[in-house]
């Protein structure tokens, strides 16, 4: 009767997926992201914006409340760029007092998929979200409100490894407390060939890198280094804008904008010429994508043989080429190019890396589970039943932020006495830009892919 009732909730389980789909993240972002990469930002904007209101109470809200905001952004609506990183910021503080999954949603997670638990971030997420709302705050003249957004950046990457490290921690007492039959069984299916295919292709991936120090973002450096030596109202704001501009050059290496910078916070800050920087956002960031394929595994019970084929999907970072490398900026009779200040590709690729332990250890588990589950049926029908489940939810969480740049780029030049600039890069229409009024002003260039139109906007930190 106990195993009769097992298939039924298994049968059940299987047509409950199946009934409402399982799709990974990627996927279902996907032709909202070919609008976005076309261009077409503001109807980008309105659709991600649309699936984020519905996700209250849901395990994507975070997710989908980033693509909006950056969409956004992009499209000069300060206001629903703001209220959507509002909304992802409050669950991600609410997911850190919460600190632990629930024990229905790891376990729930074990038997399916990692996208079935709560999406709190990533770390690099987390240090991004901040120094956006920062950024929009500054855009909207809002120059105080954006210090505690930078601190708050700040302590994100102060505790991301320490948060890492207790995710590997918990996720290795989780294969402790397995059987040991059970970890026999996970550590030979490690040696899958497929299994170590992937994770020889994702050493490869991560070839030719720079890294930076584990979660150190020089871009949310600078703009720390930049607020408090333009923005900073003390002897110790003008030091930390010291400090934080020195940890850009220590971390990315030499950039003539942040070495002026530098020199300018060493003498004492004092600029009275009037000046514009340029930051650009260009390309998209690398992003998660699914690999999925089946593993033997071998049962053997009163001196009988059987293998079981079970599903097994993992995330896989996918990095994208086409985007523009450089702007140009012409001031009066001064041309400069944007140099790089921060590679996303690099900080999302690190993050990856050091998450990957944890990816391993609970896909496995939960791959051994389900051969378990396999092998208990001895009815064929419920065996046909439980594989279809498995097939079904086997999905990897691909849930990654993809509408962040592939590079944040900075540039300065001496605001030109008619205040007009001319913005492009290499294949695309000129913009014309008249910076505001100031002695000091931002202007903020993105552009998605090569051939994309530029969006701007500016604001007046000084």
């Given at each position: 009767m106990k195993s009769r009732l097992t298939h039924i909730m298994i049968a059940a389980g299987a047509i409950a997926i199946l009934g409402t789909g399982c799709q990974t993240a990627c996927v279902r972002k996907e032709p909202i992201i070919k609008l976005?990469?076309?261009?077409?930002?503001?109807?980008?904007?309105?659709?991600?914006?649309?699936?984020?209101?519905?996700?209250?109470?849901?395990?994507?809200?975070?997710?989908?409340?980033?693509?909006?905001?950056?969409?956004?952004?992009?499209?000069?609506?300060?206001?629903?760029s703001s209220r959507h990183l509002d909304i992802a910021a409050s669950e991600v503080e609410r997911y850190e007092d919460k600190a632990k999954y629930s024990v229905g949603d790891e376990f729930l997670s074990i038997l399916t998929n990692?996208?079935?638990?709560?999406?709190?971030?990533?770390?690099?997420?987390?240090?991004?979200?901040?120094?956006?709302?920062?950024?929009?705050?500054?855009?909207a003249g809002e120059v105080e409100k954006a210090r505690p957004e930078l601190n708050h950046a700040y302590q994100c990457q102060q505790d991301a490894v320490e948060a890492n490290n207790r995710r590997i921690e918990a996720a290795q007492e989780k294969y402790k407390q397995r059987e040991d039959t059970e970890r026999e069984q996970i550590e030979e299916a490690k040696k899958d060939p497929q299994v170590?295919?992937?994770?020889?292709?994702?050493?490869?991936?991560?070839?030719?890198?720079?890294?930076?120090?584990?979660?150190?973002?020089?871009?949310?450096?600078?703009?720390?280094?930049?607020?408090?030596?333009?923005?900073?109202?003390?002897?110790?704001?003008l030091e930390r804008a010291r400090k934080s501009l020195s940890r850009v050059i220590e971390v990315a290496g030499s950039n003539k904008c942040v070495q002026a910078d530098l020199k300018l916070a060493e003498n004492g800050g004092n600029n009275t010429t009037p000046i514009t920087y340029v930051i650009f956002e260009t390309g998209r960031a690398a992003n998660l994508t699914q690999v999925k394929f089946s593993i033997p595994f071998v049962f053997?019970?009163?001196?009988?043989?059987?293998?079981?084929?079970?599903?097994?999907?993992?995330?896989?970072?996918?990095?994208?080429?086409?985007?523009?490398?450089?702007?140009?900026?012409?001031?009066?009779?001064?041309?400069?190019?944007?140099?790089?200040?921060?590679?996303?590709?690099?900080?999302?690729?690190?993050?990856?890396k050091n998450e990957w332990p944890v990816i391993l250890t609970k896909t496995m588990i939960s791959t051994a589970i389900k051969f378990t589950t396999q092998a208990a049926c001895e009815n064929i029908y419920a065996r046909l039943g439980v594989i279809v489940f498995q097939e079904a939810s086997t999905i990897a969480d691909t849930r990654s932020w993809e509408t962040l740049p592939k590079e944040c780029q900075v540039a300065q030049v001496m605001t030109p006495a008619d205040r007009k600039l001319v913005l492009s890069t290499p294949g695309t229409a000129p913009v014309d830009v008249t910076v505001a009024d100031g002695t000091v002003n931002v202007v903020y260039v993105k552009s998605v892919v090569a051939n994309s139109p530029l969006s701007v906007c500016q604001f007046k930190l000084k």
């Open positions: 976005w990469e076309c261009g077409n930002a503001p109807v980008a904007a309105q659709k991600f914006g649309d699936f984020a209101d519905k996700q209250c109470g849901t395990n994507d809200l975070i997710d989908w409340h980033q693509e909006a905001a950056l969409a956004f952004l992009a499209s000069g609506d300060l206001t629903n990692q996208q079935n638990l709560p999406y709190k971030g990533r770390s690099h997420e987390k240090i991004m979200l901040y120094t956006y709302r920062a950024l929009n705050d500054l855009a170590t295919k992937q994770q020889n292709e994702m050493a490869k991936d991560l070839e030719g890198f720079k890294f930076y120090a584990d979660y150190v973002n020089p871009f949310t450096a600078y703009l720390d280094g930049l607020y408090f030596l333009h923005a900073g109202m003390s002897d110790s704001d053997k019970k009163n001196n009988k043989v059987e293998k079981f084929l079970v599903p097994v999907a993992f995330p896989k970072l996918v990095f994208h080429t086409d985007y523009a490398p450089e702007l140009t900026i012409k001031a009066g009779e001064v041309t400069e190019t944007t140099a790089l200040v921060a590679n996303m590709d690099s900080i999302v690729a690190l993050d990856f």
